[in-house]
């Protein structure tokens, strides 16, 4: 037993916090604490949704009343409940209405799934596929073009949608009026063939033209949705979540199902405001949004603005230098770089914080350059602003991270995912520079681990996890292979740190007494298996203030 933790049962037991018993006590456990000392413990009390007593089973079981019921874990894994700061669950809005493509393995699969949503649809009713696949494990070893789609769905319009982009059928292309003549709007691309017509590829902004008639689900849609979203990230061990942007509604729709009981994680939300609009209606934007802050029950806070795309992914990652084997092409940049500046300066004005999403170093820099604006005009160093993604953040960037007090707000899932893609367009040694977690340690930068689900489809933190610690991915390379960090360090990055982005370090993310009662049961010990197994880890039960949202304690 460490000392920390009975000194902390002794200053308990002086106070008055035991003049009321524990609720329930687990026992028996090996608990993985995550305090500043990386403490084990056997046993924990929960009362009122808090921790009351963290320790050994003869400690913890002092706050045992007549009533408190004691439960035997027989020795199993617990953690601190996972924080996903980045993870988009307001698209499980339209879930209900998609055709599922997660597990497809062929563009043939595709097309089976979309014919059998014809069938039941009326002609000229669109139709919208899920993430969950991914091109590598195609059996065609190619992305789907819009004949593909043509052939299964003649006379409806399909679009599904990939990781910054949207494959669309040819009745899509011709509702969004892209033809071979369509120039590429500003930070987007319209794919075309040999002949010059559209393949129906569309990168990142020359999407919105088919999502604009995409289907807007009903409201009992949306809420069928949500529960299917909330249950699935609480399968996977997430407690806390950041949604890094939506609209002033989706934080209209949360608050309600927090008011209802039904949100099953703590929420963290961001407004989304297009950066690259004018800034007078940004501002009247900025003017209009409710209060900056936390709701004060631990369940739901927004004082953010994000999203706003700096640049795009994998393939259109903004970059210092031209991509290998593409003279003259460095990416997109979706912003101005002056109008950014000024686009900063008002959110810190308004009192609120900014995540960009800019993954290649010169996104970076471009966020760095409007931050470093921002603060001359309103100091941001304490208010722990992000830049979310950052793949390519290096040396060049550090200095100034630490002087805006940033923290990056990472998703290794990407790595993980689509590595391959990345090694495809950027090359060594550049795609080896993606995350480079051990540099960023060694360098006093900060992160907090996401998901960016559904492009990784959904909020899995043992994985984030696992990569963060093996550099080990879905696709089979490895980018980056000497970047792993410990499973301490990674395990922080997926609950204190993540805690720390919304100034709650001293309410969750951690197990220690007085924190929320938000841990997990794990299927085998995290800090003894060999690495490679921490991908095969099950999650046996969420708690959520005391509170199974997933599983059971047994
Ligand atoms: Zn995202």
Same mark, same amino acid.
């Given at each position: 037993?460490?000392?920390?933790?009975?000194?902390?049962?002794?200053?308990?037991?002086?106070?008055?916090?035991?003049?009321?018993?524990?609720?329930?006590?687990?026992?028996?456990?090996?608990?993985?604490?995550?305090?500043?000392?990386?403490?084990?413990?056997?046993?924990?009390?929960?009362?009122?949704?808090?921790?009351?007593?963290?320790?050994?089973?003869?400690?913890?079981?002092?706050?045992?009343?007549?009533?408190?019921?004691?439960?035997?874990?027989?020795?199993?894994?617990?953690?601190?409940?996972?924080?996903?700061?980045?993870?988009?669950?307001?698209?499980?809005?339209?879930?209900?209405?998609?055709?599922?493509?997660?597990?497809?393995?062929?563009?043939?699969?595709?097309?089976?799934?979309?014919?059998?949503?014809?069938?039941?649809?009326?002609?000229?009713?669109?139709?919208?596929?899920?993430?969950?696949?991914?091109?590598?494990?195609?059996?065609?070893?190619?992305?789907?073009?819009?004949?593909?789609?043509?052939?299964?769905?003649?006379?409806?319009?399909?679009?599904?949608?990939?990781?910054?982009?949207?494959?669309?059928?040819?009745?899509?292309?011709?509702?969004?009026?892209?033809?071979?003549?369509?120039?590429?709007?500003?930070?987007?691309?319209?794919?075309?063939? !040999?002949? /010059?017509? #559209?393949? *129906?590829?569309?990168? +990142?902004? @020359?999407?919105?033209?088919?999502? &604009?008639?995409?289907?807007?689900?009903?409201?009992?849609?949306?809420?069928?949705?949500?529960?299917?979203?909330?249950?699935?990230?609480?399968?996977?061990?997430?407690? !806390?979540? /950041?949604? #890094?942007? *939506?609209?002033?509604? +989706?934080? @209209?729709?949360?608050?309600?199902? &927090?008011?209802?009981?039904?949100?099953?994680?703590?929420?963290?939300?961001?407004?989304?405001?297009?950066?690259?609009?004018?800034?007078?209606?940004?501002?009247?934007?900025?003017?209009?949004? #409710?209060?900056?802050?936390?709701?004060?029950?631990?369940?739901?806070?927004?004082?953010?603005?994000?999203?706003?795309?700096?640049?795009?992914?994998?393939?259109?990652?903004?970059?210092?230098?031209?991509?290998?084997?593409?003279?003259?092409?460095?990416?997109?940049?979706?912003? #101005?770089?002056?109008?950014?500046?000024?686009?900063?300066?008002?959110?810190?004005?308004?009192?609120?914080?900014?995540?960009?999403?800019?993954?290649?170093?010169?996104?970076?820099?471009?966020?760095?350059?409007?931050?470093?604006?921002?603060?001359?005009?309103?100091?941001?160093?304490?208010?722990?602003?992000?830049?979310?993604?950052?793949?390519?953040?290096?040396?060049?960037?550090?200095?100034?991270?630490?002087?805006?007090?940033?923290?990056?707000?990472?998703?290794?899932?990407?790595?993980?995912?689509?590595?391959?893609?990345?090694?495809?367009?950027?090359?060594?040694?550049?795609?080896?520079?993606?995350?480079?977690?051990?540099?960023?340690?060694?360098?006093?930068?900060?992160?907090?681990?996401?998901?960016?689900?559904?492009?990784?489809?959904?909020?899995?933190?043992?994985?984030?996890?696992?990569?963060?610690?093996?550099?080990?991915?879905?696709?089979?390379?490895?980018?980056?292979?000497?970047?792993?960090?410990?499973?301490?360090?990674?395990?922080?990055?997926?609950?204190?740190?993540?805690?720390?982005?919304?100034?709650?370090?001293?309410?969750?993310?951690?197990?220690?007494?007085?924190?929320?009662?938000?841990?997990?049961?794990?299927?085998?010990?995290?800090?003894?298996?060999?690495?490679?197994?921490?991908?095969?880890?099950?999650?046996?039960?969420?708690?959520?203030?005391?509170?199974?949202?997933?599983?059971?304690?047994?």
């Amino acid at each position: 037993m460490m000392r920390s933790l009975m000194l902390t049962i002794a200053a308990l037991s002086s106070s008055t916090a035991l003049a009321t018993p524990a609720d329930f006590i687990i026992r028996d456990a090996h608990i993985v604490t995550v305090d500043p000392k990386f403490s084990t413990a056997e046993a924990v009390a929960i009362q009122d949704g808090r921790f009351i007593a963290v320790g050994s089973d003869a400690e913890v079981l002092k706050t045992r009343g007549p009533n408190t019921r004691v439960i035997d874990l027989h020795g199993e894994t617990v953690l601190p409940g996972f924080n996903d700061t980045h993870v988009h669950l307001t698209a499980g809005k339209d879930l209900e209405n998609e055709v599922d493509l997660t597990h497809i393995r062929s563009i043939k699969d595709i097309q089976a799934a979309i014919a059998a949503r014809v069938k039941v649809s009326k002609p000229g009713e669109p139709i919208v596929g899920t993430r969950g696949w991914w091109e590598y494990q195609l059996a065609e070893d190619r992305l789907p073009t819009r004949a593909d789609l043509d052939a299964v769905a003649p006379n409806n319009p399909v679009a599904i949608p990939g990781p910054h982009y949207v494959i669309a059928n040819s009745l899509a292309l011709k509702l969004a009026g892209v033809t071979r003549d369509t120039p590429d709007p500003q930070g987007g691309q319209i794919y075309k063939d !040999s002949n /010059g017509e #559209p393949t *129906g590829l569309l990168m +990142d902004n @020359a999407s919105r033209a088919v999502r &604009r008639f995409m289907p807007r689900p009903t409201e009992a849609q949306q809420l069928a949705g949500m529960k299917r979203v909330l249950a699935l990230v609480n399968s996977h061990g997430l407690t !806390s979540a /950041g949604d #890094p942007s *939506g609209s002033v509604e +989706d934080a @209209a729709m949360y608050r309600r199902l &927090r008011d209802q009981g039904l949100l099953t994680v703590r929420l963290d939300f961001a407004y989304n405001i297009d950066p690259a609009e004018p800034l007078d209606k940004a501002e009247a934007e900025l003017r209009a949004l #409710p209060e900056p802050g936390a709701d004060g029950d631990g369940m739901f806070r927004a004082d953010e603005i994000g999203e706003t795309g700096l640049d795009g992914a994998e393939l259109t990652a903004l970059l210092e230098h031209d991509y290998p084997g593409k003279p003259g092409y460095r990416g997109l940049q979706k912003v #101005p770089t002056e109008q950014f500046k000024q686009f900063a300066a008002l959110v810190a004005k308004h009192g609120y914080r900014l995540r960009p999403h800019a993954v290649g170093d010169a996104a970076i820099d471009e966020a760095l350059d409007a931050f470093d604006y921002a603060n001359s005009q309103t100091p941001i160093t304490d208010r722990r602003w992000m830049i979310d993604h950052a793949f390519l953040l290096g040396p060049q960037h550090y200095a100034r991270v630490k002087r805006l007090g940033l923290i990056v707000n990472s998703q290794y899932m990407h790595n993980y995912e689509l590595g391959a893609l990345i090694l495809k367009a950027w090359k060594r040694p550049l795609a080896d520079r993606s995350e480079p977690y051990r540099q960023w340690l060694q360098n006093g930068i900060m992160f907090a681990g996401g998901s960016d689900g559904p492009i990784s489809y959904y909020a899995e933190p043992l994985l984030e996890i696992y990569g963060e610690v093996t550099r080990g991915t879905q696709w089979g390379g490895r980018l980056g292979p000497d970047q792993g960090i410990s499973r301490e360090d990674a395990i922080r990055s997926v609950t204190i740190n993540g805690a720390y982005t919304t100034f709650e370090e001293k309410v969750k993310g951690s197990i220690e007494p007085g924190k929320y009662a938000d841990f997990v049961v794990l299927s085998a010990d995290i800090m003894k298996i060999p690495a490679e197994q921490i991908r095969d880890l099950k999650v046996l039960a969420t708690v959520l203030g005391g509170r199974t949202v997933y599983g059971a304690l047994r």
